[in-house]
C-alpha cells in the first residue's frame, strides 16, 4: 500500500521561495515516475512538472525557470524548489505518482498549501 506524503507548505511573500516534500513509504520506492500538481480555488488540477527513473524532467510553462522538482531514492522523498513565486502560485500542491510521460495520476497525496 503505498502513501505519499506532502509537507512544506505555508505562506510566503511574492519573490519569496519554498520547498515542499512528499514522503513514500510502502511498496515502491520514489522511483518511477513521479509529479507534482496543484490547484487553485475554484480552478481544475494541473501538471506542474514530472521527473522519470532516469531524472528527465518537464515542467509547465508558467513554472520554468523557477520550480525544480528533484527526488532522493534513498529517502524516498520528492522534492519541489519553488523560487520567485507569484500570486498565481497560490493552491494545493500534490505529489502523484503518474503514468511516464503523461499526467495521469495513480496515487495522491493528501496535498500541502501554498499561499503567496
Known amino acids: 500500500h503505498v502513501q505519499l506524503v506532502e509537507s512544506g507548505g505555508g505562506s510566503v511573500q511574492a519573490g519569496g521561495s519554498l520547498r515542499l516534500s512528499c514522503a513514500v513509504s510502502g511498496s515502491t520506492s520514489s522511483s518511477g515516475c513521479m509529479g507534482w500538481f496543484r490547484q487553485a480555488s475554484g480552478k481544475e488540477r494541473e501538471g506542474v512538472t514530472a521527473i522519470d527513473s532516469d531524472g528527465r524532467t518537464t515542467y509547465a510553462d508558467s513554472v520554468k525557470g523557477r520550480f525544480t522538482i528533484s527526488k532522493d531514492n534513498a529517502k524516498n522523498t520528492l522534492y519541489l524548489q519553488m523560487s520567485s513565486l507569484k500570486p498565481e502560485d497560490t493552491g494545493m500542491y500534490y505529489c502523484?505518482?503518474?503514468?511516464?510521460?503523461?499526467?495521469?495520476?495513480?496515487?495522491w497525496g493528501q496535498g500541502t498549501q501554498v499561499t503567496v
Open positions: 502523484a505518482r503518474v503514468s511516464c510521460g503523461t499526467w495521469a495520476a495513480s496515487i
